[in-house]
């Protein structure tokens, strides 16, 4: 009988773009696979890849008590029906609540994958030890805890969330296959026409969603100052709006008051997007807070040079000086300075783009990172499931 394993996460969103080939990976292993998450326009995808979807909603938003108790609720019934044999959840609020309803449902395996600690350097004092607190909490209730950087793993263990051997490295990685360079020449112009963009246009890309967490303020604001040095200048910005979020970006008045212009593209939510990388010139992340950063592989597996924040997460995806630069946070002085540096250098930005594919074949293959995960599920089904049987 195949092993039940459900994997649960706050957004359709992150299953179809972060988890689908792990999902996918793992059900040709011979899992049956299950997902939990709210409900989304990438549901129906995700069914039709043979995942099958409970759509229990689950807030973004940290704080919403009476929508995380009737979530809690809901997922302790769905696990005492289905009987699951392994929960395996994602993301901040996703994870502390699955993992509260799958030890209180006594799942024989409960793990996490820590894609980034909510808390970080700049989070108040209270506020951070809040976080700390809820983070100890559930981490009880698991099994094994994944991190995809290892900035968090120390974190974890300096901070007493967890003992050192209870959590450990999966790293995070991509299709090397699907984002790779080879777009035509002819192929690249006719796409830039499509979106008029000339010739001799200089390509800023951006792929996020519209949140100030994700520096998109930080870097609208560099845009004159790049735009001194480079008249011809197109910003890229690609990503869904999220106006729920007490830090939503709204384009349309962000635009009206700061004049950003034609050459300043919106594209919103795309799902092909190696042929727009393949547009740019310069990938930019000025993120605040950052697990990883999966585009900032996918954009150096598509050679180009990303410049992205000097944080954690950010740092193990650029080799700062080699495959990209490293800025400091909330400093769009900074940011510009380092997008002039890679548009006036095109051969140094060239080279830094194929030192990043070079990196991410030798340590960010997707493959690696299932075949470390299909290892500990291995071990923990030794242990906790075949001994009982």
Sequence with gaps: MAIKICHIVSSDMTVRFILMNQLLFFKKCGYDVYVICSGGKWIKGIEERGIKVELIEIKRKMFTPLSDLAALVKMMLYFKKEKMDIVHTHTPKAGILGRFAAKALRVPI???????????????????????FIEKAAARCCDLIFSINKDDIQMAVREKICKKENIKYSGDGINTLRFKPGFS???????????????QDKVIGFVGRLVEEKGIKDLILALPIVRKNFSNAVFLIIGPKEPDRKDCFNPETFSEKHNLGE?????GEISEMPKLYSLMDVFVLPSHREGLGLVLLEAS?????????????C?????NGKTGILVPVKNPAELAK?????LENPEIAKRMGKAGRQRIIKEFDERMVFDRIKKEYSRLIDEKLRKNI
């Design 110 to 132: 409960i793990i996490h994958t820590n894609h980034g600690f909510y808390f970080h350097a700049r989070t108040p004092f209270i506020k951070r030890k809040f976080f700390i």
């Design 185 to 199: 020449e002819n192929f690249i112009s006719q796409e830039k026409a499509g979106l008029s963009i000339g010739k």
């Design 263 to 267: 050459k300043t593209l919106f594209l």
């Design 301 to 313: 597996a598509m050679e180009k040079p990303v410049v992205a924040t000097n944080i954690r997460g």
């Design 315 to 319: 740092r193990e995806a650029v080799e």
């Design 338 to 342: 380092a997008i002039i540096y890679l």
